[in-house]
Each structure stands twice: as structure tokens, then as C-alpha cells.
């Protein structure tokens, strides 16, 4: 068995800022400390991209674009590279998931089996569309021929959170990428690490110099740099509401860039009185919210429940997440790692409050300390029973291991506390009915909607959501859709002039 500790301990990280091919400091020199929240121990400095290093990196990937050499590229060879990165980042697994697990606090066994191959996956499935997507030629008059064809935007601006930092990444990058755009990633200051990696396997693989360059930095400074830039065709983001919204005002304030936005949920997993096999149900439904520390933007933080089966269920999720290993990211056997950071610790830990102070009734809820751990940031599996849906427990996101649970009586009641909801990111309706799981389905307002199971997602499908949870979709083909506009080219095949009578 790997000794990840000692293997931690070893590791000295690129920390550095990746513009135009080349790591290089901050202009200014500035850096800022990323910790490991498995103990709260320093990993490393890492240089602080500032405006002008945004700038750097920005008219880097606009002068890659404008030079042609990924953007007019072959596509065969935009496959060949791309195809190049997944065998790399597959190659180099246990250096990225070990990266990803100390920066980010994920069980290392979670950041080997998915959150590596996961982005492995999904720079490969890109990479094999590139050449499987077609044109149209318009039904146009017999002496013209209209062309629509995708063109890629130009320089893309990815801004991404630490709660999944490859595998957001990737959704991002593979498609903007495979779709003949330059990219300037902005990592989160929590987890900067993995991407610095991904760039020195990106520039291993052949990615052109500018093509794909990676600023660490602080939101406020380089993240707003980024929004705020004149040559950003687009930004694609995935965070909070907060920051999603202020990426609006950065478009509309700077050249009126396009914005996609994921901003999380607080998505219902609903289960009716005639749910089948309410044991495997309990343990999707745990699994669904405690899964990386309740850390998902599409965890199913809330349980919408029928009375007739609420308490048996209620206390088989409470079972199954109390079974559930809680510990070090860095063993092998720990199924819910750590909170990614003090303040995001505080931040679950005060909501523990408020449900006390609203009398709700709290299992779990508190900070642990696995044993050696004394510093890390760990907090229960907790379920709030008895909760208001309309009250705070039921409508904020909380992002830690906290599900609140709420009685309901029938599909129809099930389904107006379910969407009763700023968010709509995903859902779950548990029903052995065929007719009444699609209805449900059908009413939910989520992006996605799982019957009788939870959390599948794949490359394949869309992923996304409506109302606050955002706009524009990653994974699947309609990516490419985020990442290109249709052009319309108009050709006389006449002597004579074409005219719109
Ligand atoms: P955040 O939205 O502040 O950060 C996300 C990204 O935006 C990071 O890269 C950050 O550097 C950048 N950013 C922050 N402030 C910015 C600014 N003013 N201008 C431009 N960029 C900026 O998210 P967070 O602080 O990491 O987490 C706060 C809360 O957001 C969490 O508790 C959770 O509720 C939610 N969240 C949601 C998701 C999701 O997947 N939807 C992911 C992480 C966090």
C-alpha cells in the first residue's frame, strides 16, 4: 500500500504561473500560501497572477489564436494532441490525484478512481468529436450556396472553484480547446496546483505555446482581470451566485463578452411512499449528499420525504452516512475526506447553528478531529430533521455534508416543496410507478433529473441549470455549442447579382 503522506511530503509542486508556454513568477512577485485541509499544514507558495499577468496571458492566447496554429490547425492533429493529454494525464495519475487530494481535501482513493480518469475522459471524448462534427448548407435558391459553419469564439477566460478542480477544469478546457479556441484558466486560490500540473502535461503533449495558459491568482484580482478583459470572447465560469453575477457586470462594464455560468444548487432528492427498495434508496441518498464532504454543486442536500416512510428512512440515511469513513484524504480507505478550508469549515459550522437556534433537530453537525489530524478541517455527516423548506436550512447552499430533510405528503406536495427553490440544478424522484416517476420528472425544474438512482453523470449527457443554478451547459456535444459561434457564408453561384425577392 502507497504511503501518500510520505509521498506528500516529497512532492515539490510547479507553483508557478503558466503564460505563453513557459512558467514564470508573477510580474510583481507576488504569491499567496495554498494549505492542505487534511491537517492545515502549508503545501506551498504559489505566485498571484495580477492584472498585468492576466494581460500577459490573455494577448498570449489571442495571438495564438490570430497566428492560426491550434485554431485553423488540422483537426486530426487538435485529436492527436488532445488524444496525447489523456494518455499523459492516465500516465501521470497518482501525481495528479495526489495533488488534488492534498490541495483540495478529496479521498485520494476518489481522486484515483474518478476525478483523474474522469478528466482523462473527458480531454478524449473531445478530442474524438473533433472530427465527427458536421456542417449544414442551407436550403438557399439553386444559384446560391449558404454555408453555417462553427467557428471557434477566440480566447476563452475559464474561471473554476476547488470542490472538483480537474474535473471542472476539463468539462471546460476540452471543449474550448477541441473546438480550436485558446484558453486562459484562472484555478481557485484554494487549489491551484493540479492545473499547473495539467499545463506542464498540456505543453508535454504539443500544445502550442499560448494556446492554453493557467493564472493563479486571487478572484477579486485576477479573476476580475479576466472578466474585465477586451480580448475575452468569453468567460466561462463555476462558483457562486455572488461571483456568477459579478462575471455579468464585468461583461456588460468591459466589450460585452458572453458568459456561462454553474452556480450551484440545492437540489432535492425526492422520495414517495411507494419508493421500492428504500435500503438502496438510503444509501444513494447518503451517498448523494456526503460524497466529498457534501462539497458537489449537485449534492442532494435536500430530502423531500413522504410521512409514510420517512422515519425508516430518515434513520437508514443516518446509518449509512454514521458507516461512512470519515478521515484522511490521504488514506486509502477514508470515503469522506475534509473540507477544503477553515473558512468554508466555519461556513458549514454555522449553519449547524442556525438549525440549532431554529429548533430543528441536528444529527451530527459538529467538527471532528481524526485521530493524528488535529488541525484538518472535518465535520460529521448531518442530518437536519423537521425543516421548513422555506426557512434557511432549506434554501441555502451549504456545501458541506448537510442534508435537510422535510415531510411531505403525496407526489403533487412533493413536487411544490421541491421546486419551491431559487435553484434548479438537479433532482431525484424515488417511485416503483412508471407513469408517476415520469410525471414528477417532468415537473421537476432541474437540469438534470435522476429516477430511482442518484449522482450518474457522464461526458455524454448535459450538465447544468436553470434559474440561479445559471446558464449555458458543459459535458456532451451541446458544449461545443458554449464554445463556437455559427457563421453564415453567402456564395453567388449565378452571372447575376443574388437578391432577397
Ligand atoms: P467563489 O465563487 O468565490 O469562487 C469561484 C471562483 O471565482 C474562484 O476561482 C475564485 O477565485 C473566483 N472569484 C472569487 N471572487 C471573484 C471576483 N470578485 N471576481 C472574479 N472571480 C472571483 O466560490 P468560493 O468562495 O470558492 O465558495 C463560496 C461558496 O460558493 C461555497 O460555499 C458554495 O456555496 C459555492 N460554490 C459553488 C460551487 C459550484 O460548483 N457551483 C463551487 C464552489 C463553491
Known amino acids: 500500500m502507497t504511503n501518500w503522506a510520505d509521498r506528500a511530503a516529497a512532492l515539490t509542486p510547479e507553483t508557478r504561473l503558466f503564460i ?10 507576488a504569491t499567496f500560501d495554498t494549505i492542505a485541509p487534511r491537517d492545515g499544514s502549508l ?3 504559489v505566485s498571484a497572477g495580477g492584472t498585468a499577468d492576466v494581460d500577459l496571458a490573455v494577448r498570449a492566447a489571442s495571438r495564438a489564436f490570430e497566428a492560426g496554429i491550434w485554431s485553423r490547425a488540422d483537426r486530426r492533429e487538435r485529436a492527436r494532441v488532445m488524444l496525447r493529454l489523456s494518455e499523459l494525464m492516465l500516465e501521470d495519475l497518482d501525481e495528479l490525484a495526489l495533488l488534488e487530494s492534498l490541495d483540495s481535501g478529496h479521498p485520494i482513493g476518489d481522486a484515483r478512481r474518478v476525478d483523474v480518469p474522469n478528466a482523462a475522459r473527458t480531454m478524449r471524448w473531445y478530442a474524438e468529436a473533433i472530427d465527427k462534427m458536421y456542417d449544414e448548407i442551407a436550403p438557399a435558391p439553386q444559384n446560391a450556396l ?4 462553427r467557428e471557434p469564439l477566440g480566447v476563452i477566460g475559464a474561471v473554476v472553484p476547488w470542490n472538483y478542480p480537474l474535473i471542472i477544469t476539463a468539462w471546460k478546457i476540452a471543449p474550448a480547446l477541441a473546438a480550436g479556441n485558446s484558453v486562459v484558466l ?6 491551484s496546483l493540479s492545473a499547473l500540473r495539467l499545463a506542464e502535461l498540456a505543453a508535454r503533449a504539443g500544445l502550442p505555446a499560448g494556446v492554453f495558459n493557467v493564472v493563479p491568482g486571487l478572484g477579486s484580482v485576477a479573476g476580475e482581470a479576466l472578466g474585465r478583459h477586451p480580448l475575452v470572447d468569453k468567460i466561462t465560469f463555476t462558483g457562486s451566485p455572488a461571483v456568477g453575477r459579478k462575471f455579468l457586470s464585468y461583461a456588460g462594464e468591459s466589450n460585452g463578452k458572453q458568459v456561462a455560468l454553474e452556480l450551484g444548487g440545492k437540489s432535492p432528492q425526492v422520495v414517495l411512499a411507494d419508493v421500492e427498495d428504500l ?14 464532504a457534501g462539497q458537489t454543486c449537485h449534492g442532494g442536500s435536500r430530502l423531500i420525504v413522504d410521512e409514510r416512510v420517512h422515519d425508516e428512512l430518515v434513520s437508514e440515511v443516518i446509518a449509512a452516512g454514521d458507516s461512512m469513513v470519515l ?6 480507505a477514508t470515503q469522506i475526506g475534509s473540507i477544503a478550508s477553515a473558512i468554508q469549515l ?9 438549525a440549532r437556534d431554529e429548533g430543528i433537530s441536528v444529527h451530527g453537525g459538529d467538527r471532528v478531529r481524526p485521530e493524528g489530524l488535529a488541525e484538518g478541517f472535518y465535520v460529521e455527516p448531518t442530518v437536519f430533521t423537521g425543516v421548513d423548506n422555506s426557512g434557511r436550512i432549506g434554501q441555502e447552499e ?12 403525496g407526489p403533487a406536495d412533493a413536487v411544490r416543496v421541491a421546486n419551491d427553490s431559487a435553484y434548479g440544478l438537479a433532482a431525484s424522484v424515488w417511485t416503483r410507478e412508471v407513469t408517476t416517476a415520469h410525471r414528477v420528472a417532468q415537473q421537476l425544474r432541474a437540469g438534470t433529473v435522476w429516477v430511482n438512482t442518484y449522482d450518474v453523470a457522464d461526458v455524454i449527457t448535459p450538465f447544468g441549470g436553470f434559474k440561479s443554478s445559471g446558464s449555458g451547459r458543459d459535458r456532451s456535444l451541446h458544449a461545443f455549442d458554449s464554445y463556437t459561434a455559427l457563421k453564415t457564408t453567402w456564395i453567388n453561384l449565378g452571372n447575376s447579382p443574388l437578391t432577397n425577392d
Not at 478521515?327 to 486509502?332: F, I, K, V
Open 186 to 191: 484562472k484555478p481557485a486560490e484554494l487549489t
Open 43 to 45: 503545501i506551498a507558495a
Open 346 to 354: 466555519d461556513r458549514v459550522l454555522g449553519y449547524t447553528a442556525v
Open 20 to 29: 505563453d508556454g513557459e512558467f514564470r513568477p508573477a510580474l510583481d512577485g
Open 398 to 409: 451549504i456545501f458541506g455534508p448537510a442534508l435537510a430533510v422535510s415531510k411531505v405528503r
Open 279 to 292: 435500503a438502496a434508496c438510503a444509501s444513494a441518498v447518503a451517498w448523494g449528499i456526503f460524497y466529498n
Open 146 to 149: 449558404a454555408l453555417v459553419t
Open 327 to 332: 478521515g484522511d484524504p490521504l488514506d486509502d
